[in-house]
């Protein structure tokens, strides 16, 4: 929302945030902000008014705002009747009517899948091998149950539901009972999220200006996923279980037996030896011959070796868009369905 004169009204109900340059006097930036608590769950939606740029913003939580919880998920086809909601709370709160919410346009949107795995320690299983990919142009953050690949335009993260949902929200859901059941599923769901700005959201959908209903497709929102984990995350390398046999007779079948054998120890280093990638990357192998190997490992098929895990083929398996092992919606919290 862009009208100034509105814009003004609304900063009477946020509070004021600025710096100035205590040598000049001048203001380095300001910013009005409120974190209010709106649903019937009680969770926060952050409302910011800046002037460059200028405009009226608001960031939410859309399974949090209308299920309390983001365990589960939303489809995109109920945005709008949670936008509607949403929108008739927050012009009661601020005591103005806003502009509808189908002409606010969309500067960032979070999109998510959910992996549900039989047991705990499969779904810690699929998340130490997401742990291992990378691809370039992005910065790496790995911690002990998530990773994420940072960019300007586009973020993904994968992380373990169960930690993170413990830490942040158990202790807001009520009774303790639903928290509970709630973190029996969280335990075993690895988690896919792309965080896309409002530039890629363009060039991705090919419009000017993204507005909610050019997001409320399921279709839309499953090419977006499914584009991001295909031809970004497993870019150099599949989900394709296989033993160290298979992949040296592969290998040896489209390479000479120099290269085959190179490139065989440069996958088991790389992706199976922290201590060695560490030493790759930071100078002991030259990128450009880091990503020539990645390209000829993936252009002959290679997946994943399980070597020392048979049993995990079915795990890394179940990595993909759609999966059978996916749900959004877990209304029966009382069951632990598979």
């Not at 000049?24 to 460059?52: C, P």
């Not at 939410?60 to 945005?79: C, Q, R, T, W």
């Not at 011959?289 to 390209?295: C, D, G, H, L």
Request: with cysteine; proline share 3%; net charge positive.
């Amino acid at each position: 929302m862009k009208d100034t004169a509105v814009i003004e009204q609304l900063k009477g109900t946020l509070k004021r945030f600025r710096k100035d340059d205590l040598k000049t006097g001048k203001t380095e930036f300001e910013f009005f902000s409120s974190n209010i608590e709106l649903g019937s769950y009680h969770r926060t939606v952050a409302i910011k008014s800046t002037n460059v740029p200028l405009g009226f913003f608001i960031e939410f939580s859309a399974p949090k705002y209308i299920k309390g919880n983001n365990v589960e998920m939303i489809y995109s086809h109920d945005l709008p009747e949670i936008l509607e909601r949403l929108y008739t709370e927050l012009c009661a709160y601020m005591n103005y009517e806003l502009p509808h919410f189908s002409t606010w346009p969309l500067y960032r949107l979070d999109v998510c899948y959910n992996w549900i795995f039989k047991s705990d320690q499969e779904a810690t299983y699929a998340m130490d091998f997401l742990r291992r990919i990378d691809f370039p142009r992005k910065k790496k953050y790995t911690y002990d149950t998530s990773v994420m690949h940072k960019g300007s335009a586009y973020t993904i993260k994968f992380y373990a539901k169960g930690p993170e949902f413990k830490v942040h929200d158990f202790h807001k859901i009520e009774p303790t009972a639903t928290a509970t059941s709630l973190q029996s599923w969280a335990n075993r769901i690895v988690r896919f999220e792309v965080s896309l700005k409002r530039t890629y959201l363009q060039q991705f959908l090919g419009l000017d200006t993204i507005y909610f209903n050019d997001v409320t497709n399921d279709d839309t929102i499953m090419e977006i996923l499914k584009y991001y984990l295909e031809k970004k995350v497993f870019f150099y390398i599949n989900p394709n279980a296989m033993g160290d046999e298979k992949i040296k007779q592969i290998l040896f079948e489209n390479f000479t037996k120099t290269k085959a054998t190179r490139l065989y120890q440069f996958y088991k280093d790389f992706y199976f030896n922290d201590e060695m990638k560490n030493l790759f990357m930071i100078g002991g192998l030259n990128r450009s011959t880091i990503y020539r190997y990645k390209k000829d490992l993936n252009r002959v098929g290679i997946g994943v070796s399980i070597e020392k895990s048979p049993d995990s083929a079915s795990v890394l398996e179940q990595l993909i868009i759609p999966s059978h092992n996916s749900r959004f919606d877990l209304i029966d919290y009382s069951q632990r369905e598979v």
